[in-house]
């Protein structure tokens, strides 16, 4: 019973949530797992480590994949930059076990999440 409640919920969750708030999601997703990354070279765990590096790569792999070049224009083609440097410098932070790498990325990520977070609220108040 519990759980299809629970998928009920989430499949209405995906139904309703803008485009917009789903790509601030994995923005949040990505930080959150870099936020743990970090706590596991801490604890010298460097197997969890590159776990939770791979996930963030992952998201920012699918929000690089998702992008649109005839439709984005410049956008998208900025944001591939971004996202392929954010790649490269979580690669690097794994390889060097660099906790400040990946500080420099999760501000990346927190700035532009803020951005789609903010456009996502001016679509909202123009609907």
């Given at each position: ?26 923005y949040e ?52 930059a971004f ?45």
């Amino acid at each position: 019973m519990y759980s299809n409640a629970a998928r009920a919920y989430f499949q209405t969750k995906v139904k309703t949530t803008t485009k917009e708030d789903l790509v601030v999601q994995l923005y949040e997703a990505a930080i959150k797992f870099l936020e743990q990354a970090k706590e596991r070279i801490r604890e010298k765990d460097y197997i969890a480590k590159g776990e939770r590096i791979d996930r963030a790569l992952m998201i920012i792999g699918e929000l690089n994949s998702s992008l649109n070049a005839e439709k984005g224009g410049e956008v998208a083609k900025n944001l591939h930059a971004f996202y392929a440097s954010c790649q490269a410098r979580l690669l690097m932070a794994s390889l060097k076990l660099d906790i400040e790498k990946i500080d420099e990325v999760i501000n990346m990520l927190r700035q532009v999440s803020s951005a789609f977070a903010e456009v996502s609220r001016n679509q909202k108040h123009l609907q």
